[in-house]
């Protein structure tokens, strides 16, 4: 979905004070030889007593200073706007920029360029050429922009410089209005698979929210068009005196956390290939397929913080449309950075509050401590998926002989112990194959008797 970008005109100056020093300042060469040779015309014609010289020598001095003069005055006959198709990209996708130019004068525009200001890392600065644009017209032109790394990235103000038909004087203005790409993580399709904690959508599933009211306990509404005639309730209908129909079942979702472990201790390296960016990106990868999944969905990191955060309970789904839960927390994923802190109890505080039903973790580097504090994440949990990724073994150039493995494992196995279902993440592992193999390793669990997130939440 594309998104408008802002409309404006040309900045206006400070003050009237330099407006005529601005406007010879935009004088061109062929400006100033034509006011240089008007002067000494008329220098001459003085000197040797020629009218007729003086008369050629005023009008070529006349000439540049009319256009800067005229120039100046139209630069805010202009308008401009900027659209943005889409406005949010996931990284290493292009973006194109649409921009629009109209002459609201009632003159023709000279020769036009136009100059968008964009960082350097969406490439290099565009700059389009506009021939003359009639009075009342517009032009439109476009270019790409794409970017490897996430973020959000301002472009504008574009730059608009003014040129008079005679070619005397170009001035440089830039517009008010500016816009702002969102570079979002990359989202990898997940495959379908059973997922523990997964429940029925709606009124079928687990709980029903009027299972227990009886037919004198049910609290009625007034009918709306399009209610079913048989969920009319007459008693209620007799008493107030208008049609009333009895209120439907509350959807029930099913629940799922997707912790992102941002602390700066746990990850080293940077860059998109970064152990650290490929865990923002399966974060942002899973989110997805929940929301798809029809699960409420919430987005929690090592502080405690949650997105989209509203309730008490802060999960996004039944209380918002699915796509706008997805916009904001991949608008979040898009700047998220390294916290400050060293350990994961906050977020440990955050979920041991009640069932959480899903639970899915990527974490970092993890000593025994936090090991021991993300097992016990585990224990209220319905089911949990935990991606662990080794920084050492992501830093390791492809031809270094691998390191020892045994402190890896062993965080995995307190974890599987405690009834996670831990996979280590190798350098370049694709998501879609690391929640395959979660999926095996859970089934594998399951067939075996095993508990913990083989289990459904309850």
Not at 319 to 347: K, R, Y
């Amino acid at each position: 979905m594309a998104s408008d970008g802002g409309t404006g005109r040309p900045e206006a100056g400070r003050g009237e004070r330099g407006g005529v020093r601005t406007a010879l300042a935009g004088l061109t060469t062929r400006g100033r030889s034509f006011l240089a040779a008007g002067i000494a015309a008329a220098i001459c014609a003085y000197v040797l007593g020629q009218a007729d010289l003086l008369r050629v020598g005023l009008l070529l001095a006349a000439l540049p200073l009319v256009c800067a003069a005229v120039l100046y005055r139209t630069r805010y006959r202009v308008a401009g706007s900027r659209r943005l198709s889409p406005g949010r990209v996931p990284a290493g996708s292009e973006a194109r920029v649409h921009l629009r130019v109209d002459n609201v004068s009632r003159l023709p525009t000279g020769l036009l360029m136009l100059q968008d200001r964009v960082p350097y890392v969406l490439g290099p600065r565009p700059r389009f050429v506009l021939d003359r644009v009639e009075a009342g017209g517009r032009r439109e032109v476009s270019y790409r922009v794409r970017s490897d790394l996430r973020g959000r990235y301002p472009l504008g103000p574009l730059q608009l410089r003014l040129s008079d038909p005679f070619g005397m004087c170009e001035l440089t203005r830039s517009f008010s209005s500016y816009d702002t790409l969102t570079v979002i993580p990359r989202v990898e399709p997940l495959p379908p698979v059973r997922l523990a904690g997964e429940a029925k959508g709606y009124g079928d599933g687990r709980q029903r929210s009027l299972a227990l009211a009886g037919e004198d306990d049910v609290i009625p509404r007034g009918y709306r068009y399009g209610d079913d005639l048989r969920r009319v309730h007459w008693r209620s209908t007799a008493r107030y005196g208008e049609l009333m129909v009895r209120r439907e079942e509350q959807p029930q979702r099913s629940r799922c956390t997707v912790l992102l472990d941002t602390r700066g201790v746990a990850f080293r390296g940077a860059g998109p290939d970064s152990a650290f960016e490929w865990a923002v990106s399966g974060c942002a990868s899973v989110l997805t397929h929940m929301l798809q999944r029809g699960f409420s969905v919430r987005l929690l990191t090592d502080t405690g913080s949650s997105v989209p955060g509203e309730g008490a309970d802060g999960f996004a789904g039944a209380s918002q449309e699915s796509a706008d839960a997805a916009g904001l927390m991949m608008d979040t994923l898009a700047v998220i950075d390294h916290s400050d802190g060293a350990g994961l109890s906050q977020a440990y505080d955050v979920l041991r509050g009640g069932n959480e039903g899903l639970l899915v973790a990527f974490f970092g580097d993890l000593d025994e401590q936090q090991a021991a504090v993300a097992a016990r994440m585990r224990q209220r949990s319905g089911g949990a998926i935990a991606f662990v990724l080794d920084s050492d073994e992501w830093l390791r150039e492809p031809n270094d002989v691998p390191g020892p493995m045994n402190r890896t494992q062993e965080r995995l196995r307190l974890l599987r112990e405690a009834g996670w279902t831990a996979l280590s993440v190798p350098r370049g592992a694709k998501p879609a194959d690391l929640w395959h193999q979660a999926d095996r390793e859970r089934t594998s669990l399951a067939a075996a008797g095993g508990t913990g997130s083989t289990g459904e939440a309850r």
